[in-house]
């Protein structure tokens, strides 16, 4: 079984699609292994992005990450890292088929209601960073 990671964004919290969105994780069989509520730092922002954090549109990812808590998850399931990015849709939520998460309720690329790993070395890797040891149930 894999686990990954995802953050319900700011724009899922302000439009309060958590419920919605867990709904459909859940309905594909996917389980909570772990949770927790948090406003990002900067600091953990700028690690989390550092593959883009050197970019001129940086500064507007941290902005927006930090808006607002987020909710953090683990979830657990068979080949889950690509089943939860197809329940998703593409990272442009304009370009997101309707019945995808993104499509469904998504804005734009930034604005795309949840953040998932993209491989499983990405999945461990985030679920380490957001997760201290002992946080996850297994």
Do not use: W
């Not at 919605?20 to 922002?45: H, N, Q, W, Y």
């Not at 989390?48 to 990450?65: L, T, W």
């Not at 998460?101 to 953040?115: A, L, S, T």
């Not at 990405?122 to 201290?132: G, P």
């Amino acid at each position: 079984m894999q686990k990954t990671f995802v953050i319900f964004k700011p724009d899922c919290m302000e439009k309060r699609l958590v419920g919605t969105v867990l709904s459909r994780f859940e309905a594909a069989g996917f389980d909570i292994v772990g949770c927790k509520m948090a406003r990002l730092s900067p600091s953990l922002l700028r690690e989390h992005y550092a593959h883009v954090a050197a970019m001129p549109f940086y500064p507007e990812i941290e902005a927006f990450m930090h808006s607002r808590p987020v909710i953090m998850m683990a979830l657990e399931g068979k080949d889950i890292v690509q089943r939860v990015r197809d329940l998703l849709g593409p990272t442009d939520s304009r370009k997101a088929a309707k019945g995808t998460i993104r499509g469904d309720f998504g804005m734009e690329m930034m604005k795309n209601v949840v953040h998932a790993s993209d491989s499983v070395e990405n999945a461990k890797a985030e679920l380490a960073r957001f997760f201290k040891p002992g946080e996850l149930f297994v």
